[in-house]
């Protein structure tokens, strides 16, 4: 008799049964309240009825066509599409499965175009669990444990996360800059460094977002030497930050994107996006896939940017986030170091009376919430980070509610 592998461990006891919006329901009815989206997945909610309609018609059309044999017309019109919202230059779009596989795809074209072997990523990035990507990640020890050797040629700058150093943001941002100056002259050459992968917010590592002086000296330095400055929006895309793109808080241009999660309302579908110049220098015969571009997902992730657009759930993040983390903040209690986010991105940082990661409480704050109807769950490199992000189409009764159970909780823990 087969069963599920044991190390696939559930954050809460749900057995879902269907559901709706913001709201999941299991098999005895019971309803809760759902601030995790599939991990910023169902952007649009669960099941919205556009997004249901375009997949149940695309179904009984064409399931599968294999995108380096036939092309079809859901994944023609997606690319049209996508080319009304990603960023200026960004003109040429890849399609892949995984957030992984958009990642992994976006090292391959800056070691191609560039012909250096190297890539930088900052302290505290997820970037994925193949390979590669976990090679990338620096969000904890358990991505990428395990399976050594790791891929070489993947070196380490610190993010500014000021929390963390004990600084303010101006030190911290200047402490990382300083740094990875240091790295160039010492460990990688800029002559040999082909990237920068960086998350406008640490996802994985802790919901941290950057800020607009740390990501110009990015750009600046990938400038100077040619460099690739690649942004992973795999869990900042499509409006989960308050704008369209996590990068665009800070006034900053990308040379690549990597985007997944919340394109297709969770449908399995990612990508990648560059400038028609750079896509054009990948080597012929790097890019494929089986199910890359899938016929089902393209049409899902077209009824999904139609919903975006028609609800203005952009502007609904931005505003639902600041009630968010507004609420948050004026909630915490002394077991909470730290609130920060951007959008709906909110992280709840619980340390001890000295300081330290309070791991233990984190973890039973999120498991009571559960408990009380409101699923979340945690980050951070010690786990104890509880995050909020809920789907698009949140309400601002939704999030009062959510808050009001959040109380409730920390009252307890």
Same mark, same amino acid.
């Given at each position: ?55 149940? %018609? ?73 390979? $590669? ?23 380490? $700058? ?46 994985? @590592? ?9 990501? %110009?000296?990015?750009?600046?330095? *990938? ?27 800070? &006034? ?13 309302? &969770?449908?399995?579908?990612? &990508? ?49 986030? %600041?009630?968010?983390?507004? &609420? ?35 973890? *039973?704050? %999120? ?12 980050? @951070? ?22 808050? $009001? ?9």
């Amino acid at each position: 008799m087969a069963t599920l592998s044991p190390h696939l461990r559930q954050a809460t006891p749900v057995v879902v049964d269907h559901a709706s919006g913001c709201e999941v329901f299991d098999a005895d009815g019971r309803r809760y309240l759902d601030f995790t989206a599939g991990i910023g997945v169902t952007s649009t909610g669960h099941c919205h009825p556009t997004v249901v309609a375009a997949a149940q %018609q695309q179904i009984g059309k064409l399931i599968h066509g294999q995108y380096t044999t036939v092309m079809h017309r859901p994944m023609l019109d997606l690319v049209a599409r996508l080319g009304d919202v990603l960023p200026d230059g960004l003109d040429s779009v890849f399609f892949a499965n995984s957030g992984s596989e958009a990642v992994e795809s976006a090292l391959r074209l800056a070691r191609q175009v560039t012909g250096r072997p190297n890539v930088v990523v900052f302290h505290g990035g997820f970037h994925g669990r193949t390979v $590669a990507a976990a090679s990338m990640t620096t969000s904890g020890t358990r991505f990428s444990a395990g399976f050594s050797p790791l891929m070489a040629g993947v070196h380490v $700058a610190p993010f500014p996360n000021a929390y963390r150093y004990g600084w303010d943001e101006a030190q911290a941002t200047e402490f990382a800059l300083q740094e990875l100056d240091y790295l160039l002259a010492t460990i990688s050459s800029p002559a040999e460094t082909a990237a920068f992968v960086v998350e406008p917010v640490l996802g994985e @590592g802790g919901y941290v977002p950057g800020n607009t002086a740390f990501f %110009q000296g990015l750009r600046e330095r *990938a400038d100077a030497h040619g460099i690739v400055l690649v942004f992973d929006e795999i869990q900042t895309g499509f409006g989960r930050t308050g704008k369209y793109f996590g990068h665009q808080h800070f &006034g900053v241009r990308p040379d690549v994107i990597t985007i997944a999660k919340g394109l297709a309302s &969770g449908f399995p579908l990612s &990508g990648m996006a560059t400038s028609a110049e750079l896509m054009s220098k990948v080597w012929p015969g790097s890019q494929g896939g089986t199910y890359g571009g899938n016929a089902v997902a393209c049409a899902a992730a077209l009824a999904t940017l139609e919903v975006i657009e028609a609800e203005g759930l952009v502007d609904n993040a931005a505003t639902r986030g %600041q009630e968010l983390i507004s &609420g948050a903040r004026a909630s915490a209690t002394a077991a909470i170091g730290d609130v920060r986010g951007l959008g709906l991105m909110v992280g709840l940082e619980f340390t001890t009376a000295d300081g330290r990661p309070d791991t233990e409480r984190a973890s *039973a704050a %999120q498991k009571l919430a559960a408990e009380k109807g409101l699923l979340m769950l945690t980050c @951070g490199a010690h786990m104890n980070v509880v995050r909020m992000i809920p789907a698009l189409v949140i309400s601002a009764e939704q999030v009062a509610e959510g808050l $009001a159970i959040w109380s409730d909780v920390l009252a307890e823990v």
